[in-house]
């Protein structure tokens, strides 16, 4: 089986890196899937989005992203985001508790937040 070296990447921390089957994103430009093989690519991520990350080997990853960007140059995939976290890690009360925030930034990572769990419990 074609594989594919993944890497999340936040500003503040690595979530993950490995060997991945398919890695999906949502862009600006809509919702993207890479395989093995792909086309060398750059695309910028949408500000409350959702990434997810099919291993080779484990349970699919799935993390909320709030902006940066997506590469694909060979048979790796590098998600460099300004916010990440994965979805496990979400508090959802607390995430839907910041939903009306006046905070465009605080409503807008609750809103990737809550999609990225509802994404995981699919």
């Known amino acids: 089986m074609a594989e594919l070296?993944?890497?999340?990447v936040a500003v503040d921390r690595m979530l993950?890196?490995?060997q991945?089957?398919?890695?999906t994103a949502q862009t600006t430009e809509g919702e993207i899937g890479i395989l093995p093989g792909h086309e060398p690519l750059l695309g910028q991520l949408k500000d409350n989005g959702v990434?997810?990350?099919r291993p080779t080997d484990g349970e699919r990853i799935v993390a909320a992203v709030q902006g940066g960007f997506l590469s694909v140059v060979g048979e790796k995939v590098t998600i460099l985001?300004?916010?990440a976290v994965f979805a496990s890690e979400?508090?959802?009360?607390?995430a839907e508790s910041h939903l009306h925030d006046e905070d465009r930034v605080v409503k807008a990572r609750s809103e990737a937040e809550l999609a990225a769990v509802r994404r995981l419990n699919q």
Request: aromatic residues 10%; charged residues 20%.
């Open 51 to 53: 990434v997810t990350i």
């Open 90 to 94: 979400v508090d959802s009360a607390d």
């Open 20 to 23: 991945a089957s398919i890695v």
């Open 5 to 8: 070296t993944a890497q999340l």
């Open 81 to 83: 985001a300004d916010y």
């Open 16 to 18: 993950w890196k490995g």
